[in-house]
């Protein structure tokens, strides 16, 4: 009669499968009242709740008046939207690595498991080779895989084991320490996951925070920015591409004819200030340090682009983390090419702005869902569709890196740039003088490759 109630629990410790968990699943019998114990226990859990409550609205007044701290100081706040939303995007990065290495190391514990499971018959043997050495077998034994396993090397230790099932035991004890480490290794990843969501939950509180401040501040600048805003969408349903549409709103809408002549002239003196420079730089033969890097980004006070867009090439981040699933110059699926790249998203991931720039467009357009145009000056243009909500205006300066939308939890726009994705879709072009070029050469080393992958 061992042998066979042996084997049962001896399964139970293989699958994982606690007794102590099955008699706590088990139904409880009822009883007439609630015990003192109970009572306890939910007015403490109730506690825990109040406690819980009033450190978030603590939280949530400290973050108020920090940014009401900052006032009117455009630079401050630019440099904590930038910096927070950067936060943002790494801890997104962060989750989506661990998520990647939980899911192998789930696939790697259950094809240990297997294994274990395929090896009942010798592990029933080597257990009834303890017992007949006279080893009383303890009740945790065959609950947990550690305890199988600290048995195990107990009797290896003791000689307990008969010289022909050494090897047999040896070869489950190793299986049975992969499966111990893999535990633990999966427990970790597991708390790290849940830290890093609780943290990027409170960088999200914290970013909504300040861009709900920059527009509040944008629209006591911009009196008439909601019809300024609702003229934008009523234009663009006159128009039937994107050139069209470019055009319509610098020459009509009075917030975008003012940002399409301050891109122009900051072009203009770039150009000239570049010029010099280069002169400059050539007559001191130190032509290759003249090169721009990622510093010149780093002045957040500026109201007009750092560089020229041209000069830009090899700096700009991409606008959201996500992978490539279109490229430019792709096919399109209906017989054309791609004109820009389509990157695939998490739901609610944080985009924002690739270079420096001018909004033209904020709102809905056709196929391509929510969409923002950028001027960039110097007759360049950036394209970027496919989010659930933006959160800058038409004539809005916006900085390299500045938070600018958020994406939403399925495709917002057309098959033709998602290839029928479910999943959120960001649609990127760049224009030149109206005709889409390829973004490749324009994104940093770094990025190119995220994109590649």
């Known amino acids: 009669m061992r042998a066979p109630v042996l084997n049962l629990l001896l399964i139970a410790s293989v699958s994982g499968a606690s007794l102590a968990q099955a008699q706590t699943a088990a139904p409880a019998p009822q009883t007439a009242a609630v015990s003192p114990d109970a009572i306890k226990q939910r007015e403490q859990e109730l506690e825990a709740a109040r406690a819980s409550q009033k450190s978030a609205a603590e939280a949530q007044a ?6 009401a701290s900052l006032g009117q100081d455009r630079t401050q706040l630019n440099q904590q939207l930038i910096d927070t939303a950067a936060n943002v995007r790494t801890v997104e990065t962060k989750i989506d690595e661990a ?21 009942r018959a010798d592990i029933v043997e080597v257990l009834a080779a303890l017992q007949r050495a006279g080893r009383r077998t303890p009740p945790a034994l065959l609950v947990r895989p550690e305890d199988a396993l600290q048995s195990l090397r107990t009797a290896m230790l003791l000689g307990a084991v008969v010289p022909e099932l050494r ?18 290794t999966i427990a970790a990843e597991r708390d790290q996951l849940a830290s890093d969501r609780d943290r990027i939950r409170s960088d999200q509180t914290r970013l909504t925070a300040l861009v709900d401040e920059r527009q509040r501040q944008q629209a006591s600048r911009e009196k008439d920015l909601d019809a300024e805003n609702s003229r934008a969408i009523a234009l663009s349903k006159q128009v039937g591409d994107l050139q069209g549409l470019i055009a319509k709103m610098e020459q009509d809408l009075q917030s975008a004819a003012k940002a399409a002549e301050k891109a122009a002239e900051a072009a203009r003196q770039a150009e000239a200030k570049e010029a010099k420079e280069a002169k400059a730089a050539a007559a001191a033969n130190t032509a290759a340090d003249a090169k721009p890097g990622p510093a010149v980004f780093k002045d957040r006070s500026r109201t007009s682009p750092a560089i020229l867009f041209a000069s830009a090439k090899g700096l700009l981040p991409l606008p959201v ?23 695939a998203t998490k739901p609610g991931s944080q985009v924002t702005t690739p270079c420096d720039g001018w909004v033209v467009y904020a709102g809905p357009f056709r196929s391509y869902g929510q969409l923002l145009i950028l001027n960039a000056g110097g007759g360049y243009h950036v394209l970027i569709a496919g989010m659930e909500r933006i959160s800058v205006n038409i004539g809005q300066f916006v900085l390299t890196g500045e938070p600018v939308a958020t994406m939403g939890s399925t495709s917002q726009v057309a098959s033709i740039l ?15 003088d109206g005709t889409p070029i390829d973004p490749g050469p324009w994104w940093a080393a770094n990025e190119g490759e995220k994109v590649r992958g």
């Not at 998520?99 to 090896?119: F, I, Y």
């Open 321 to 343: 983390n996500g992978n490539k699933i279109r490229d430019f110059g792709g096919s399109d699926g209906v017989g054309g090419v791609q004109k820009g790249i389509s990157l």
């Open 167 to 184: 090897g047999r035991a040896e070869k489950i004890a190793g299986e049975l320490g992969e499966l111990v480490a893999l535990r633990k």
């Open 62 to 67: 400290k973050l108020k008046a920090e940014i």
């Open 418 to 432: 998602a290839t029928n994705a479910s999943q959120p879709v960001l649609y990127v072009e760049f224009r030149k």
């Open 99 to 119: 998520e990647a290495r939980l899911k192998t190391l789930n696939g790697r514990e259950q094809q240990a498991r297997a294994s274990l499971d395929s090896r």
